[in-house]
């Protein structure tokens, strides 16, 4: 059976750890070649190397999302390596929750720049070289239940998924005409260290009394009864990348196990 993912190229932004890692790695076991793409490059450079070891092609490139040069670099580094680009998964993010009324501007332009902006930037730029291929492309957005629903501890990140969200439509209407789709993928509670970290600051400023009690309070939300792991978003975010969702665009999937039903 040929690999669903054979002779692709695909960025994933994000990729040293936790849902980045795992998408990248689940990727490669479907033949794509990998641009494992995060500011922190010594983890990245042992992603790619992980992969490279179960037999898969990978590269690393430390890329801040937030600076234009940077993304369009590893953009690059995939065309040098690869041959070209296909898909761009825009995943980079994070969350320093913070009471509503105790909300900086710093908090506010530090998360909204990763992971608005960031994303802007990714999808602008990717789209443009899928143009300069001339061929058509795809690009993938990590949004987050956050981004159907107002938290009041994650105000600034839940504004900033909402925005995933609203890019990925727009980005869909305008990319169109170039053959290139845009969709999302919206994650619920996932077993990563962004929550471990997430367990930690919640806990610090008063919204939970032990670390762990804010994961076991929000995994206690899905219909399935249990918290995601990285490897149960592979099977979308393959499908996302693959042909297979080809007559797909402007959509975000769920894969929160029940948390959000719209």
């Known amino acids: 059976m040929t690999a669903r993912l054979e002779g692709r190229t695909i ?7 936790g849902i980045g890692a795992g ?15 995060d500011l922190n490059e010594e983890k990245a450079a042992a992603t790619a190397a992980s992969i490279r070891g179960a037999g898969g092609r990978a590269v690393h490139v430390r890329t801040d999302v937030t600076d234009r040069a940077q993304v369009r670099a590893a953009i690059e580094v995939a065309v040098a390596e690869f041959g070209r680009l296909d898909v761009m998964f825009n995943n980079a993010g994070f969350n320093v929750p913070q009471q509503f ?6 908090n506010w332009d530090a998360v909204m720049s990763v992971n608005a902006k960031g994303v802007l930037i990714g999808m602008q730029e990717a789209a443009k070289q899928f ?12 949004a987050s239940i956050a981004g159907r629903e107002g938290y009041p501890s994650f105000a600034p990140y839940s504004a900033s998924k909402f925005a995933v969200i609203a890019l990925t439509q727009s980005g869909a209407r305008a990319l169109a005409q170039h053959h290139i789709t845009v969709n999302a993928f919206s994650p619920g509670v996932v077993d990563t260290p962004l929550w471990e970290q997430l367990d930690k600051d919640l806990v610090e400023i008063g919204d ?6 804010a994961f076991k309070d929000f995994a206690s939300g899905t219909l399935i009864g249990r918290a995601a792991t990285p490897q149960d978003i592979v099977p979308t975010a393959v499908f996302l990348a693959a042909p297979d969702s080809d007559y797909v665009t402007g959509q975000v999937m769920a894969i929160d196990g029940g948390m959000v039903l719209v």
Do not use: F, H, S
């Open 208 to 213: 939970a009394a032990e670390v762990g009690d």
């Open 23 to 37: 998408i990248a790695r689940g990727m490669a076991t479907e033949g794509a070649a990998l641009v494992v793409a």
């Open 131 to 142: 143009i300069a291929q001339g061929g058509p492309g795809k690009i993938v957005n990590t």
């Open 101 to 106: 009324l105790d909300i900086t501007e710093d």
């Open 11 to 17: 960025i994933v932004t994000g990729a040293a750890q």
